[in-house]
Antibody, heavy 118, light 110 residues
């Protein structure tokens, strides 16, 4: 079945970096783009950025420009999201999600909790 | 940047009642690329509706989406116990940011 499986929870100190992985299976990886969406505790959903599974092109949310990098490894059908210079307000659940043909997010990973605390 | 506003913030209803959720965009949503998601506590969001009115695979027909341009509606015809959750709308636009979410509507049990 089509699924996205993310790496496990992380605890980081302010100023550090975190890299979260998302492994896709059950579909042709290069035929779809993937997004990262985060959700701070008790808050709504925030789109972080998109990466093409075909050629690795990216489009990041302006507020995260310069701190976030998304990459792909087509040999393992895995997408990575690295966030640098972590702050306490980066504490959130981070989701990877596939973009469907009509630009909706049809498949979601299980989420990865990232806690930033000194 | 297109801003999405959802109303009401909270909707208190009983099982069997009809729920009407609104999503309003600050500018016209291109090609009606408007989607709706359901999220339950501790779970990832689930796609309900895409293209403003197309139900996603496996979504019951009590869920329906309508609207165009700047005004969109998600209707749940008869609430089941498992429908009490938070609902988000989301749009895709050709100008940055690529995707935006509304703040959500919580449907809780009256």
């Amino acid at each position: 079945q089509v699924q996205l499986v993310q790496s496990g929870a992380e605890v980081k100190k302010p100023g550090a970096s975190v890299k979260v992985s998302c492994k896709a299976s059950g579909y042709t990886f290069t035929s779809y783009g993937l997004n990262w969406v985060r959700q701070a505790p008790g808050q709504g959903l925030e789109w972080m950025g998109w990466i093409s599974g075909y050629n690795g092109n990216t489009n990041y949310a302006q507020k995260l420009q310069g701190r976030v990098t998304m990459t792909t490894d087509t040999s393992t059908s895995t997408v990575y999201m690295e966030l640098r210079s972590l702050r306490s307000d980066d504490t959130a659940v981070y989701y990877c999600t596939r973009t469907s043909g009509d630009h909706a997010f049809d498949i979601w990973g299980q989420g990865t909790m990232v806690i930033v605390s000194s | 940047e297109i801003v999405l506003t959802q109303s009401p913030g909270t909707l208190s209803l009983s099982p069997g009642e009809r729920a009407t959720l609104s999503c309003r965009a600050s500018q016209s949503v291109s090609s009606n690329y408007l989607a709706w998601y359901q999220q339950k506590p501790g779970q990832a969001p689930r796609l309900l509706i895409s293209g403003a009115s197309s139900r996603a695979t496996g979504i019951p027909d009590r869920f329906s989406g309508s609207g165009s341009g700047t005004d969109f509606t998600l209707t749940i015809s008869r609430l089941e116990p498992e429908d009490f959750a938070v609902y988000y709308c989301q749009q895709y636009g050709s100008s940055p940011p690529l995707f935006t979410f509304g703040p959500g509507t919580k449907v809780d049990i009256k």
